[in-house]
Each structure stands twice: as structure tokens, then as C-alpha cells.
T-cell receptor, first 115, second 115 residues
Framework: DADVTQTPRNRITKTGKRIMLECSQTKGHDRMYWYRQDPGLGLQLIYY???????NKGEISDGYSVSRQAQAKFSLSLESAIPNQTALYFC??????????????FGPGTRLTVL | AQKVTQAQTEISVVEKEDVTLDCVYE???????LFWYKQPPSGELVFLIR??????QNEISGRYSWNFQKSTSSFNFTITASQVVDSAVYFCALSEHTGFQKLVFGTGTRLLVSP
């Protein structure tokens, strides 16, 4: 089984709808992240969480919210989806090690289309 | 500020050719970490390598090799004897040691390997 899972894998929704993307991990990592990828661009950080009580905004958090329900679960919500939120969304996890930057391990991605 | 530049948007080669993907980075930190990720057509992001700024030794893993040169701020990736399965988008990324250790991605290089 995959260490980092995302549900749903694909979703088509309409403008104005609320949608939640879910991420679960079995790696035992403390840190979790949400990114979005747009065609021809790299990944942009939406939110990150260093543990259950520590949630922070990334570069492009407007229009998004998150919930860290447990160490293993980190959800991303679009309160009122708009077409320019159409993108590929990735969840990632990393250890909280001292002495160096952690490698981030990514889930399979969720392809979201907002009509 | 951190920045990663992958100037090659797309590279096309024929199977068995060698190919080098370029990555140039900018950072003010003296300690930092460099990464390569592979994104095959199926969309997931696969971690390939992590290198810290104190280790300039080149690394080889099978047909993959990485050349890290601090003098030119480059961390290039070479695939020897390319195969069709190497077709993917490859991302270079940088993380600084201080602060949040944010992972900054380049815009990726699409590699097309034809039979």
C-alpha cells in the first residue's frame, strides 16, 4: 500500500461548491504539506503543518483552508471553488529531523477541475 | 531569496542516447539541500535524490548520475542510455537550512524518449 494516499484522485465540481481533498499517510511523519501544480509551472505551497497544533499558510493560501485531524491526516478545503483553482493538488509529508532539511514524499495527486 | 531555474523546457532524445538536465539555483544560505523529483505521465511525484551543500561528490545510481558544482550553483542530472520509461517531467528543488526549510521547485524539464 502507498505511504501517502489522496482522495479523491479526480474531481469535477462547479463554481461556488465546497470541496474537500483528503490526505492520509502511514509514514509516521510529523510534517504535512499541500501544494498545487499548474501546467508548465512548478509546485506552489498552499499550507503546511508541522504537527497537529501547528498550521501555517504557504505562498498561495487565499481561497483555501486546511484541517489537521490527526498526525496522519491533513485535509484541504476549497470553501467556494472557482475555475482558476483548477489544478493538480499534491499532499506531501516529511520527518521532523534536526540538522537538515527533510525529504518530502508526495502522494499521487488529485486532479481538480472547477467548471 | 531562493530560486531554481530549469532553462530546458522540453528535451527530446532517441532511446539509448545520454541526456543531461540542467538545474541552476540561487540561495544566500551556506547550508542548503538540493533535490530531484520525477513526474511520469501518470502524474505522481517520485523522489530521486537529496544532496546537501557540503557534499560535492558526484553520485551515480544505475543509469542516473548527478553533478553538483557549487562554483557554478548547478546540480545537473544525467541519464545514460535513456529508455522510453524515462519519459517524464523532472523537477529540481532547493531547501535552505534555516527557518522553515521551504522547498522551492523549478518549473521542470519535460523529457521525451522515443523508441
Amino acid at each position: 500500500d502507498a505511504d501517502v494516499t489522496q482522495t479523491p484522485r479526480n474531481r469535477i465540481t462547479k463554481t461556488g461548491k465546497r470541496i474537500m481533498l483528503e490526505c492520509s499517510q502511514t509514514k509516521g511523519h510529523d510534517r504535512m504539506y499541500w501544494y498545487r501544480q499548474d501546467p508548465g509551472l512548478g509546485l506552489q505551497l498552499i499550507y503546511y503543518s508541522f504537527d497537529v497544533k501547528d498550521i501555517n499558510k504557504g505562498e498561495i493560501s487565499d481561497g483555501y483552508s486546511v484541517s489537521r485531524q490527526a498526525q496522519a491526516k491533513f485535509s484541504l478545503s476549497l470553501e467556494s471553488a472557482i475555475p482558476n483553482q483548477t489544478a493538480l493538488y499534491f499532499c506531501a509529508t516529511s520527518e521532523n529531523r534536526q540538522g537538515g532539511a527533510d525529504t518530502q514524499y508526495f502522494g499521487p495527486g488529485t486532479r481538480l477541475t472547477v467548471l | 531569496a531562493q530560486k531554481v531555474t530549469q532553462a530546458q523546457t522540453e528535451i527530446s532524445v532517441v532511446e539509448k542516447e545520454d541526456v543531461t538536465l540542467d538545474c541552476v539555483y540561487e540561495t544566500r544560505d551556506t547550508t542548503y539541500y538540493l533535490f530531484w523529483y520525477k513526474q511520469p505521465p501518470s502524474g505522481e511525484l517520485v523522489f530521486l535524490i537529496r544532496r546537501n551543500s557540503f557534499d560535492e561528490q558526484n553520485e551515480i545510481s544505475g543509469r542516473y548520475s548527478w553533478n553538483f558544482q557549487k562554483s557554478t550553483s548547478s546540480f545537473n542530472f544525467t541519464i545514460t542510455a535513456s529508455q522510453v520509461v524515462d519519459s517524464a517531467v523532472y523537477f529540481c528543488a532547493l531547501s535552505e537550512h534555516t527557518g522553515f526549510q521551504k522547498l522551492v521547485f523549478g518549473t521542470g524539464t519535460r523529457l521525451l524518449v522515443s523508441p
